[in-house]
């Protein structure tokens, strides 16, 4: 997949910041009530096309990856069952149950293939562009249950393991891979478990799907997971941040830091019971983007079109150097007036008219700061 640089300079740092986005997350879904039938990278981008926060130079069109490139990580047998199952609109019961293709969680839908196909290109257009430095934003990316044989919890494809990979055949070396997505990074895990040049952090809600990252789930020694209860709250995050990540990724000496920035840790998402404000998000963004030369921020999951679009907008700010608004402008306003949501659950104003939430502190519950100081001693 080659990408046009400038100089020697890779085109990101040149640049700036790049976002790497598709129109087909926007003629996409995954159909009937499933929680992916919302509308989330395509309300990001108009969000920040509102903003004005897509300037010349900024804004790239996702590839979607080959079924070759797809096989760094996944099997072939698994990429062509894959295409089949898109093509042909319907997978038979073996294929179901070897590849979890036409289930409940991960349904066949006309776009199955070259949906996540084209999340995975983006990823790994991303670290071609991030080769000599810079900052890359994909929020159609972050899809880390994806398996090498199966797809699973939403995940057809894994694009961080994907996009690791991608970055470590250009020669980019120690990655530090940091996870604030409600559910546990399994599939990425399964990669990296033992790997030395490889930091693996997760902060994620306890007796959730899908049921790993235990406290003492330590993948051979680089992987550093923290279950989290729920009501986990900004001084709960912050704490995690202060006490967890920013020690582990600064030791560690990343030449690239990996962000899964899933917005379902925010309190108005359906499927967690967590309850941070997208501050939280923006927080560890702006903590973690001068650790190393290359960083590479993903989305994830997040199943309310309106805290999902918010959060990802102001991560997106984060990382342009823009500021937030206080109130939206009325583009941007209708941009989120105009989203709908088959969940019975009223959207509030500020939902349409604000893109920070009011800050949701707490006191930092006794369980957590055991679990830090058990994975501080490590």
């Given at each position: 997949?080659?990408?046009?640089?400038?100089?020697?300079?890779?085109?990101?740092?040149?640049?700036?910041?790049?976002?790497?986005?598709?129109?087909?997350?926007?003629?996409?879904?995954?159909?009937?009530?499933?929680?992916?039938r919302?509308?989330?990278?395509?309300?990001?981008?108009?969000?920040?096309?509102?903003?004005?926060?897509?300037?010349?130079?900024?804004?790239?069109?996702?590839?979607?990856?080959?079924?070759?490139?797809?096989?760094?990580?996944h099997?072939?047998?698994?990429?062509?069952?894959?295409?089949?199952?898109?093509?042909?609109?319907?997978?038979?019961?073996?294929?179901?149950?070897?590849?979890?293709?036409?289930?409940v969680?991960?349904?066949?839908?006309?776009?199955?293939?070259?949906?996540?196909?084209?999340?995975?290109?983006?990823?790994?257009?991303?670290?071609?562009?991030?080769?000599?430095?810079?900052?890359?934003?994909?929020?159609g990316?972050?899809?880390?249950?994806?398996?090498?044989?199966?797809?699973?919890?939403?995940?057809?494809?894994?694009?961080?393991?994907?996009?690791?990979?991608?970055?470590?055949?250009l020669?980019?070396?120690?990655?530090?891979?940091?996870?604030?997505?409600?559910?546990?990074?399994?599939?990425?895990?399964?990669?990296?478990?033992?790997?030395?040049?490889?930091?693996?952090?997760?902060?994620?809600?306890?007796?959730?799907?899908?049921?790993?990252?235990?406290?003492?789930?330590?993948?051979?020694?680089n992987?550093?997971?923290?279950?989290?209860?729920?009501?986990?709250?900004?001084?709960?995050?912050?704490?995690?941040?202060?006490?967890?990540?920013?020690?582990?990724?600064?030791?560690?000496?990343?030449?690239?830091?990996?962000?899964?920035?899933?917005?379902?840790?925010?309190?108005?998402?359906?499927?967690?019971?967590?309850?941070?404000?997208?501050?939280?998000?923006?927080?560890v963004?702006?903590?973690?983007?001068?650790?190393?030369?290359?960083?590479?921020?993903?989305?994830?999951?997040?199943?309310?079109?309106?805290?999902?679009?918010?959060?990802?907008?102001?991560?997106?700010?984060?990382?342009?150097?823009?500021?937030?608004?206080?109130?939206?402008?009325?583009?941007?306003?209708?941009?989120?007036?105009?989203?709908?949501?088959?969940?019975?659950?009223?959207?509030?104003?500020?939902?349409?008219?604000?893109?920070?939430?009011p800050?949701?502190?707490?006191?930092?519950?006794?369980?957590?700061?055991?679990?830090?100081?058990?994975?501080?001693?490590?």
């Amino acid at each position: 997949m080659a990408v046009q640089r400038q100089g020697e300079k890779g085109w990101a740092e040149t640049a700036g910041p790049v976002f790497i986005g598709s129109e087909i997350y926007r003629r996409s879904s995954y159909g009937g009530a499933h929680p992916l039938r919302v509308p989330r990278v395509s309300t990001v981008i108009d969000l920040a096309r509102a903003l004005g926060w897509l300037g010349p130079g900024r804004y790239r069109t996702s590839p979607r990856a080959k079924p070759a490139a797809l096989t760094l990580w996944h099997s072939p047998d698994y990429i062509a069952a894959l295409q089949a199952a898109e093509a042909a609109g319907a997978v038979s019961a073996a294929v179901r149950d070897r590849h979890g293709l036409g289930t409940v969680s991960n349904p066949v839908f006309p776009q199955m293939f070259r949906r996540p196909a084209t999340s995975a290109g983006g990823v790994m257009l991303a670290a071609e562009l991030l080769r000599h430095g810079g900052v890359a934003y994909v929020p159609g990316g972050g899809t880390h249950h994806g398996l090498p044989d199966r797809a699973n919890g939403f995940c057809y494809l894994n694009d961080p393991v994907l996009g690791m990979l991608a970055l470590r055949r250009l020669g980019v070396g120690r990655i530090a891979y940091v996870d604030i997505d409600a559910h546990h990074c399994d599939g990425v895990e399964q990669a990296f478990a033992g790997d030395a040049e490889t930091l693996l952090i997760s902060v994620h809600e306890e007796r959730r799907w899908p049921f790993t990252g235990a406290l003492e789930e330590d993948g051979g020694g680089n992987c550093f997971n923290l279950p989290v209860p729920r009501g986990f709250n900004d001084s709960e995050m912050r704490a995690a941040l202060e006490g967890l990540i920013l020690p582990r990724v600064s030791a560690f000496r990343p030449d690239a830091v990996v962000l899964q920035c899933g917005a379902d840790a925010v309190e108005e998402d359906p499927l967690s019971r967590l309850a941070l404000s997208n501050n939280a998000h923006r927080a560890v963004v702006a903590a973690l983007r001068d650790l190393a030369p290359r960083f590479l921020v993903l989305g994830g999951g997040g199943y309310n079109p309106w805290s999902v679009g918010r959060c990802w907008a102001g991560v997106w700010a984060t990382l342009a150097g823009e500021e937030l608004p206080e109130w939206l402008p009325a583009e941007a306003e209708t941009v989120l007036r105009g989203l709908g949501w088959h969940r019975r659950r009223a959207p509030e104003e500020a939902w349409f008219t604000t893109l920070a939430d009011p800050p949701r502190e707490g006191p930092v519950r006794p369980e957590i700061r055991q679990r830090l100081a058990a994975l501080a001693a490590r």
